[in-house]
Each structure stands twice: as C-alpha cells, then as structure tokens.
C-alpha cells in the first residue's frame, strides 16, 4: 500500500532528509558530467543548509512537503516552495529504486500540485535535468509544458536543464 503524507514528526523529516541526500546522491553518480553540474549547483555545504531547513523553506503556507511511504517505509519525498504570491516551485521530488514503477512519483507530484492548487498558486515552475527521462515523461504526462529558464542559469546547466511550466 503506497500513502502520501505531511511529514510532521522528526523521525518523518528524518526520512526526508535522508531520501534528499539519496536523490543528490543518485544524481551525482549519473554521470562524471552530472556530478559536476550537481556540485555546480548544490554543493555539499549549500545543500546541508537547504536539507537542514527543510520545514521551514516548505512550511505551509507558501510550501509543502511531502512523503511517499510503501507498507509504512519511506520511498519518496517531494517538497515546493513559493516563487512569488503566484507561483510555486516543485523541488527535491525524488522516488527509491525499489518504489520506481509503483506510481509513487504520480502520486507525490498529484499530491503537490493539489496542494499547491488549493494554496491559491497560480501555476508551478520546475525544472530537472536531460538523463533524468522518465521524470521528464511524467511531467509531460501531467501537464507540465517545456518552457525556457525562470531563473539564472549557470553556463554548465545550459543545454542539461529542463524547465516545465503548469497553470492551474
């Protein structure tokens, strides 16, 4: 059985911490180029900082967080935080190896963007990078459109960063 759930207690914002460093783990070992392009934009020291302030960059009500468990073990996290008073950004969602084709992902990104929808957003910026496929399928297959960059782009992501866009 697969539940999505606000992480509230500190062992649930435990497990969202570990599955952030699982997903800049995974994203470092996809390719030599990808480590450098992930160290470019979240180096260790920086993404410390981010994962340390989890609940309070993504507390309600300009965020969210959520948490993708499997027979009550974590196997995914999703969080979005507020752009502007109109716009959320999705970040950090990321699915286990052993919850890949459960539905799990579906379910953590439909879980954000109804929250994100009943927050009063307007629409959801995100991005995420060229190997990374079948999160680009499931954006697409959501409603996400390909757009152009929302924000400052180092000269190494040029080319390897997507950005989707969804009105809603």
Same mark, same amino acid.
Do not use: E, I, N
């Given at each position: 059985m697969l539940d999505i759930i606000e992480p509230n207690t500190p062992d649930q914002l435990d497990a969202v911490?570990?599955?952030c460093w699982e *997903? %800049? /783990?995974y994203l470092?070992?996809?390719?030599p180029f990808d480590a450098e392009l992930?160290?470019?934009f979240y180096p260790r020291e920086k993404y410390q900082k981010i994962v340390d302030n989890l609940e309070h960059e993504h507390a309600s009500p300009g965020g969210a967080m959520r948490l993708a468990l499997k027979e009550g073990e974590p196997v995914g996290c999703g969080m *979005? %935080? /507020?752009?502007d008073p109109d716009t959320a950004e999705i970040k950090r969602v990321y699915v286990t190896d052993a919850a890949r084709g459960t539905g799990a992902g579906y379910a953590l990104m439909e879980a954000l963007i109804t929250q994100a929808r009943n927050s009063g957003f307007a629409r959801i910026l995100m991005d995420t990078s060229k190997p990374l496929k079948?999160?680009?399928?499931l954006y697409l297959?959501?409603?996400?459109?390909p757009r152009g960059p929302y924000q400052p782009l180092p000269e190494i992501g040029e080319g390897h960063i997507l950005f989707f866009e969804m009105t809603l």
């Open positions: 911490r570990r599955l *997903y %800049h /783990a470092r070992a996809l390719s992930v160290d470019a *979005y %935080h /507020a752009l079948s999160a680009q399928k297959s959501m409603g996400f459109t």
